[in-house]
């Protein structure tokens, strides 16, 4: 059980940083960063190779990169099909793959969320970090396009309250209620 829990640990995590990297491809088109940024080299060499073969069939709307969105579901769901598969293949079960399948997409749907979710708490939590300690560092810039979004609407209703701005503690608190209803909706996630 020890190295089916190892093997769990590094398939997640693997699967992690190429959704992290796809999530984080989209949210750029979507608040357009110019591609010549320090961070896009990165996250394009992670996310090409998935990426652009899905561009033919799924062309972007609205501002939203959905190549990059649908790259990020389908990484999950077949981690999700990998899991679930050894999970029945060690109980010893066969439920059929019309079962494995119906029972990886909602997976592989919340799985996503919440790793918009931790995305977004990253990107909001460096931005701050770096506002305090290196306000002037190029990566500053991208992290604030890139939060600005979502903290902006907080901005206009919150006041700063001694110059110290409360948009991001706000934030972290909605993401956070977020991911308690996910937690009850799906339960064991």
Same mark, same amino acid.
Not at 30 to 51: A, E, G, Y
Not at 58 to 65: E, F, I, T
Not at 131 to 148: C, D, G, K, Q, Y
């Given at each position: 059980?020890?190295?089916?829990?190892?093997?769990?640990?590094?398939?997640?995590?693997? $699967?992690? &940083? +190429?959704? @992290?990297? !796809?999530?984080?491809?989209?949210?750029?088109?979507? =608040?357009?960063?110019?591609?010549?940024? /320090?961070?896009?080299?990165?996250?394009?060499?992670?996310?090409?190779?998935?990426?652009?073969?899905?561009?033919?069939?799924?062309?972007?709307?609205?501002?939203?990169?959905?190549?990059?969105?649908?790259? $990020?579901? &389908? +990484?999950? @769901?077949? !981690?999700?099909?990998?899991?679930?598969?050894?999970? =029945?293949?060690?109980?010893?079960?066969? /439920?059929?793959?019309?079962?494995?399948?119906?029972?990886?997409?909602?997976?592989?749907?919340?799985?996503?969320?919440?790793?918009?979710?931790?995305?977004?708490?990253?990107?909001?939590?460096?931005?701050?970090?770096?506002?305090?300690?290196?306000?002037?560092?190029?990566?500053?810039?991208?992290?604030?396009?890139?939060?600005?979004?979502?903290?902006?609407?907080?901005r206009r209703v919150l006041p700063s309250i001694?110059?110290?701005?409360?948009?991001?503690?706000?934030?972290?608190?909605?993401?956070?209620?977020?991911?308690?209803?996910?937690?009850?909706?799906?339960?064991?996630?």
């Amino acid at each position: 059980m020890l190295l089916i829990d190892i093997l769990r640990l590094v398939l997640e995590t693997a $699967a992690s &940083l +190429v959704v @992290f990297c !796809l999530l984080l491809r989209a949210l750029m088109q979507w =608040v357009r960063i110019h591609p010549n940024n /320090p961070l896009s080299p990165f996250i394009f060499s992670m996310t090409d190779w998935l990426v652009k073969p899905l561009r033919k069939g799924v062309p972007g709307y609205g501002g939203v990169d959905w190549a990059s969105v649908l790259g $990020a579901f &389908l +990484v999950s @769901f077949v !981690l999700h099909m990998v899991l679930v598969g050894l999970s =029945v293949a060690l109980s010893r079960s066969s /439920p059929g793959v019309a079962a494995l399948v119906t029972f990886s997409i909602p997976l592989a749907i919340f799985w996503v969320i919440r790793n918009i979710a931790y995305l977004l708490m990253g990107i909001v939590l460096v931005q701050v970090v770096l506002s305090w300690v290196n306000p002037f560092s190029p990566m500053a810039a991208i992290l604030n396009e890139l939060s600005r979004p979502f903290l902006e609407p907080l901005r206009r209703v919150l006041p700063s309250i001694g110059n110290v701005d409360l948009s991001p503690l706000v934030f972290f608190l909605i993401l956070q209620i977020v991911m308690m209803v996910l937690q009850r909706v799906m339960p064991g996630f």
